[in-house]
């Protein structure tokens, strides 16, 4: 018997590909932190994160193509390649995030 949990990976999944085309039933990554990452893209990931105050979902390459002009002048992009906010997800990327 599946768990609530899997069970919600699995609709979320297919809700995902019916509205976008995409496959993400093998993509879905759920996190603790916002993460963007140059060698996360292309991947047609979908993150699944969780603060304090509820749970986040976005498509990793969505975000990243909105929001890379912005991150590669970061000190952290320029040195590692990537930006994480442990706290909440950064006021920019609010409105390409969904709350769930």
Known sequence: MKNI?????????K???LLS????????????????AKKDYGKKLLYIVTFDDGKYTYEHD????????EYKTKNC????GYYTNTNNI????????KKI
């Open 15 to 17: 809700a995902y590909t």
């Open 21 to 36: 085309g995409e496959e993400y039933a093998d993509n879905i990554r759920t996190i603790n932190y916002f993460r963007m």
């Open 90 to 97: 950064p006021k920019d990327a609010l409105k390409y995030v």
């Open 62 to 69: 969505y975000v990243y193509n909105m929001l890379i002009d």
């Open 5 to 13: 949990f899997t069970l919600f990976k699995e609709l979320l999944s």
């Open 77 to 80: 992009w320029k040195k590692y």
